[in-house]
């Protein structure tokens, strides 16, 4: 197939059944994998980058050459860098100092800025915490003001949402129409909405579960959040699955020797949490979203010490 440009590429991701993971830990149940790191940003935060920016030019918020800006922990930043080249708008990221170098690489390889913030004092490096992140919005709000950029606002965007119920949720229908249950990490929320709405428009009986760090301080970028972001608050919830560090590090390690998925440390999350819905639940079938690769964590200290993760 022919495409005009790599946001064409975006979406339609492989879905993955887990069958090794099952039998070797002997799990009564089935787990599906969706891979969102086939996309061009390697995440599946492509999908919400091209969806709110061509809302933004639709109903004329984003003006042509105008500066696009976002508050980040990274993958957002990335995709809408990819698809800001494609389209012709600068883009600048706030981060904080504490999320991957890799992904400030990403964003600074599609064109785009990088304006890093101080971590908290208080704060580890390669943990990003609720001050840290504090830090992060202030400056974030500071320069969108000075250089009257256009805030995309990924935490409080509808589209954020709006497009995995468009993409994402039709597509698991697709693939799995029998599906059970549906679990995901929460960062903004937007992809655990979206797909959890239409689901559940789909067939009510099927359960999603937001999946959360068990402690303030984690290694799980791109969550746990100082605040509740108003896509997490959901009526579409059925519940919380929460994890720890060890968890989530021991199961993204687990996809990746077991299965050949080389899927990140909040993928992990998400396999840990599908694992412990299904010892309550055996005989039942999960999914959940490969969110990003492993490649972008490649210089976290706890992932340089791969072969000790047990």
């Not at 993955?16 to 099952?22: F, K, Q």
């Not at 359960?207 to 984690?218: D, L, M, N, R």
């Not at 077991?258 to 599908?274: D, K, R």
Request: charged share 25%.
């Amino acid at each position: 197939m022919i495409h005009k440009n790599m946001l064409e590429t975006i979406g339609n991701s492989p879905v993955i059944e887990l069958e090794r993971v099952v039998k070797k830990h002997n799990i009564k149940g089935e787990i599906y994998a969706k891979i969102e790191f086939f996309c061009p940003g390697l995440s599946k935060k492509d999908r919400i980058a091209k969806h709110m920016i061509l809302q933004a030019e639709k109903d004329g918020s984003l003006k042509p050459g105008q500066t696009v800006i976002e508050q980040t922990s990274g993958n957002t930043g990335i995709g809408l860098a990819a698809v800001c080249a494609v389209k012709g708008y600068p883009f600048i990221a706030v981060m904080s100092e504490g999320n991957s170098f890799e992904r400030i690489v990403m964003i600074k390889q599609f064109g785009g800025k990088v304006h890093l913030v101080k971590q908290h004092p208080d704060s580890e490096k390669g943990k990003v915490s609720s001050a840290d992140m504090e830090l992060v919005e202030k400056e974030f709000n500071r320069l969108s003001e000075e250089i009257k950029a256009y805030k995309v606002g990924q935490f409080y965007n509808v589209e954020n949402a709006m497009a995995h119920y468009h993409t994402t949720s039709k597509e698991i229908i697709k693939d799995l129409p029998n599906i059970d249950a549906f679990c995901d990490y929460v960062g903004t929320g937007g992809s655990f909405e979206g797909i959890a709405k239409g689901l559940k428009e789909y067939k009510k009986s099927i359960q999603c579960f937001q999946v959360e760090p068990a402690h303030a301080k984690h290694i799980i970028q791109g969550g746990g959040y100082f605040k509740t972001p108003p896509f997490a608050d959901s009526k579409n919830c059925d519940g919380k699955i929460v994890i720890s560090d060890k968890e989530a590090l021991y199961w993204a390690k687990e996809l990746s020797e077991v299965e050949a998925i080389a899927g990140g440390i909040s993928s992990g999350a998400n396999l840990a949490a599908a694992i412990s819905y299904l010892k309550k639940n055996p005989g039942k079938s999960i999914v959940f979203l490969v969110n990003d690769p492993m490649l972008k964590y490649m210089s976290a200290p706890d992932i340089q010490n791969w072969d000790s993760i047990k």
